[in-house]
């Protein structure tokens, strides 16, 4: 899926006339309060060596985050493995919020009640979290990442309920903004550092075995997610 068509798809546009609107409040990084955004921060040791892999939850209208930290848990208002260093506010016009399924104004009404469909966005993310509280974690099959894109699928966002691991990370990778320079110091230097040691003590064979390890996670989700479906969820 084109994470741009996915995003600005006219057909998005289905916050129907019945749901009303109210103004949120401004993302407070010093609250830890971020309304309708999807929040980021980098995972111990496994950061260190990918830096793309990380931690990711969803915040409610009010600002609190929801994250799935482990198996049968859904964190609330305290995001696992520390501060959120990078966020991406999401727009509410481009959700469907269905009263019935008569009502149902997004393109692809079918795809997204077989989803779970949500008559608003903190109703979707109360489904989701209810979901996963029965769900075992595991980092390569279901992840944090499969927590938000659950929850997005409830909400259409973009007018798609085909959301995944991949194109979310991408979606947060190429949209998402760092807090501040010093998040993305913390994020990124544990990396750099592990870098220069490996090819100071091993050589710049260490460089060549990340690329692999990287090339060879990328295929297993994308082999479980568009090729052996329910391998990762």
Not at 130 to 138: A, G, L, S, T
Request: glycine share 6%; charged share 15%; net charge neutral.
């Amino acid at each position: 899926m084109e994470i741009e068509a996915a995003v600005d798809d006219p057909a998005v546009s289905s916050s129907n006339e019945m749901h009303e609107l109210w103004p949120l409040s401004e993302v407070d990084p010093k609250r830890a309060k971020f309304p309708r955004c999807i929040v980021w921060t980098p995972l111990p040791v496994v950061s260190w060596l990918a830096p793309y892999i990380a931690h990711v939850g969803i915040a409610r209208e009010d600002g609190t985050v929801l994250d799935f930290a482990g198996s049968n848990f859904v964190n609330v208002d305290d995001l696992a493995y520390g501060a959120v260093a990078r966020c991406l506010q999401l727009d509410r016009e481009k959700c469907c919020f269905p009263v019935n399924l008569a009502a149902h104004v997004c393109a692809r009404s079918q795809e997204h009640a077989a989803a779970g469909t949500a008559i608003s966005w903190d109703d979707a993310l109360r489904s989701g979290a209810r979901r996963f509280e029965h769900r075992c974690y595991n980092l390569f099959t279901c992840n944090s990442h499969s927590f938000v894109a659950d929850c997005l699928n409830r909400l259409a966002y973009g007018g798609s309920a085909g959301w995944n691991v991949l194109n979310l990370a991408a979606l947060v990778w190429l949209r998402g903004r760092w807090l501040v320079r010093m998040a993305a110091v913390r994020s990124l230097l544990p990396f750099a550092a592990v870098s220069c040691v490996g090819v100071l003590v091993v050589g710049w064979p260490f460089l060549l075995g990340i690329a692999t390890f990287a090339l060879l996670l990328l295929a297993w989700f994308v082999l479980g997610v568009y090729c052996v479906k329910g391998m990762v969820c």
